[in-house]
């Protein structure tokens, strides 16, 4: 069983619909939570950080972390064309620094 | 993510040859993470670096993998002999520190690195 799962999609909307993109993890050591977006043939780019259960939002994006069930979420509302790429969640123990473990991604597609 | 530079973007290599990847990381970072994407796989850690030091390399296959951060000029992953199943996406990540708390990782834009 991997670390983390998420489902890898691919997943298409119409524009301005609502996205849910999930994780789940086993290993209740992690403290630290991600949502990275990459674009094809780019590095990631970091989106949403937290470390604690509950909800963080950034404008139209919302992570959402629930560790008794060991599952986040990233919502993005009202979707561009632009949102169009792969989603990695990623997450870390408390001591272990930069050693994110990430999930294989869940490409998006937005459609005008 | 134009602060992580990593170079050459594209690197084409025949099989046992070597491969040199490198990268700078963003200014006033001194922690150095280099992370490989295999085809349909996640991104995958492989080795930890300060200045001068490795302090974690638990994710680097056991032979033919170096990295090197020295005291002057930028991180370098190197290869040896070169096989195709080393054909992947290469990137490289920088924090100003340890902790990730403070320090979430930006990542550069990556090498690919093709074994023919």
């Known amino acids: 069983q991997k670390e983390v799962e998420q489902d890898p999609g691919p997943l298409s909307v119409p524009e301005g619909a609502i996205v849910s993109l999930n994780c789940t993890y086993s290993n209740s050591a992690f403290q630290y939570f991600m949502w990275y977006r990459q674009y094809s043939r780019k590095g990631p780019e970091l989106l949403m950080y937290t470390y604690s259960s509950g909800n963080k939002e950034d404008g139209r994006f919302t992570a959402q972390v629930d560790k008794s069930s060991k599952y986040i979420s990233l919502f993005i509302r009202d979707s561009q064309p632009s949102d169009s790429a792969t989603y990695l969640c990623?997450?870390?123990?408390?001591?272990?620094?930069?050693?994110?473990?990430f999930g294989q991604g869940t490409e998006l597609s937005v459609k005008p | 993510n134009a602060g992580v530079m990593q170079n050459p973007r594209h690197l084409v290599r025949r099989r046992g040859q070597e491969a040199r990847l490198r990268c700078s990381p963003m200014k006033g970072h001194s922690h150095v993470y280099w992370y490989r994407q295999l085809p349909e796989e996640g991104l995958k850690f492989m080795v930890y670096?300060?200045?001068?030091?490795?302090?974690?390399e638990s994710g680097m296959p056991k032979e033919r993998f170096s990295a090197e951060f020295p005291k002057e000029g930028p991180s370098i992953l190197r290869i040896q002999q070169v096989v195709r199943g080393d054909s992947a996406a290469y990137f490289c990540a920088s924090s100003p520190g340890r902790e990730t708390y403070n320090s979430p990782l930006h990542f550069g834009n990556g090498t690919r690195l093709t074994v023919t």
């Open positions: 670096l300060q200045k001068e030091n490795i302090i974690d």
């Open positions: 990623a997450m870390c123990p408390y001591n272990q620094g930069g050693k994110l473990i």
